[in-house]
């Protein structure tokens, strides 16, 4: 199981994407196979994946209710077990720091700025950009992926990080 970002362009765009795969130690540039994909976006857009190191896995901002869902479920095994309060609140807190310290190394990673720059670079040129991400379970270019819905964000508000999973993102200038 892996992420991968797909994102969808005008054709002005193509080059300057295409472009960021031949640069040495940036991002991964593929085009898009997935016609469940292709559904999804806007059907001029020319969609690509992103990707570093073979996935976009360290490009999606961790999710912070995934975060919080493992602690309830902490919590809980713990109760489970017959642990007190206190020291079921100790346990939670400290792993909870450890989330968080964790999280913001991860937030804070070259890779995930050179991404985020790329797309308001783009976003600016072009007008506007598409953004999907799909932690996918099978191939990238064949398994099938639903929407749960479309968002229109600014360049600024996609710079602070966090964008919805399966959601189709529309980041604009």
């Not at 975060?67 to 909870?96: D, F, P, T």
């Not at 804070?108 to 991404?115: D, G, Q, R």
């Not at 932690?135 to 639903?146: K, P, T």
């Amino acid at each position: 199981m892996c992420w991968f970002i797909t994102i969808g362009i005008s054709a002005k765009g193509v080059a300057a994407v295409e472009a960021l795969g031949r640069q040495r130690a940036g991002l991964g540039v593929r085009p898009s196979q997935n016609p469940y994909l292709a559904a999804i976006f806007p059907k001029d857009d020319i969609r690509f994946e992103l990707t570093h190191g073979g996935c976009s896995c360290d490009l999606v901002p961790e999710a912070r209710d995934r975060g919080r869902a493992k602690l309830e479920r902490m919590r809980r095994r713990y109760e489970r077990h017959g642990w007190s309060e206190a020291k079921i609140s100790r346990a939670v807190q400290a792993a909870e720091n450890a989330q968080s310290k964790s999280l913001q190394r991860r937030e804070e990673t070259a890779s995930k700025l050179l991404f985020r720059n790329t797309i308001i670079e783009q976003a600016r040129r072009l007008g506007g950009v598409r953004v999907f991400a799909h932690l996918y379970r099978g191939s990238q270019d064949d398994e099938e992926v639903a929407c749960s819905g479309r968002r229109r964000v600014g360049a600024e508000q996609f710079a602070q990080g966090d964008f919805p999973e399966d959601v189709l993102v529309e980041v604009i200038a």
